[in-house]
């Protein structure tokens, strides 16, 4: 096995280890062990279990992120709402081990690569296009990020349900989501007010 393949084994079966046990409890014997080498080819390759972990949780945000981006990037508003759902719950659907990853515990030192840092990252693109919309609809857009958070945290929290329960299929949930987000964002109130 070459040194490349070697690193891209070990990744893989981090990737795993990670997912079943959290970052705490994964070990650097475990991952060695399962990919049938000594601990310091792990060192060798990562320097530790906190370097092998970043470049983990570094490829699972850069492929949901890419995933979400391509959604925001194309299609009309009530179109890219859909394929935002759709794209976190296929991720979800596809790569469990690294979503698994994402929402669990990840080291104290780590400032950026978190799934907290991508929903930001969703919340300010999302705030950019409903900006806009509000704009042309003589609405406040300086309350588009309010709206961003609500619906990225919509989406972001029922992926995290659907997780454990995947039922109903993914699509069926997406739809519903999209129903939602779209009925709501399609009769906002200009001013609304609390009932009293």
């Known amino acids: 096995m070459t040194g490349t393949q070697r690193r891209e084994q070990l990744i893989e079966i981090g990737r795993s280890v990670f997912a079943e ?8 014997e475990e991952i060695s ?26 490829r699972e945000m850069s492929t949901l992120l890419q995933m979400i ?5 194309q299609n009309r508003s009530r179109v890219r709402v859909e394929r935002v759902a759709l794209a976190l719950l296929t991720y979800v659907e596809e790569r469990t081990e690294g979503f698994q990853i994402l929402v669990r515990d990840s080291p104290m030192s780590a400032k950026e690569g978190t799934y907290s840092s991508l929903l930001n990252e969703a919340v300010t693109q999302v705030g950019h296009i409903l900006a806009g919309d509000f704009s042309r609809r003589g609405f406040d857009a300086g309350l588009a990020t309010l709206y961003a958070q609500a619906l990225v945290g919509m989406v972001a929290t ?10 109903p299929p993914k699509e069926v949930v997406a739809a519903h989501l999209v129903n939602l987000c779209w009925n709501g964002l ?11």
């Open 33 to 58: 062990a399962r990919a049938n080498v000594s601990k310091p080819v792990v060192y060798e390759h990562f320097g530790g279990k906190e370097g092998l972990y970043a470049v983990v949780v570094d």
């Open 158 to 167: 029922t992926a995290t349900w659907w997780l454990d329960e995947r039922t």
């Open 21 to 28: 046990r959290g970052y705490e409890a994964a070990s650097i």
């Open 186 to 196: 399609t009769n906002l109130e200009a001013d609304p007010q609390l009932g009293e």
């Open 69 to 73: 981006t391509s959604s925001l990037a």
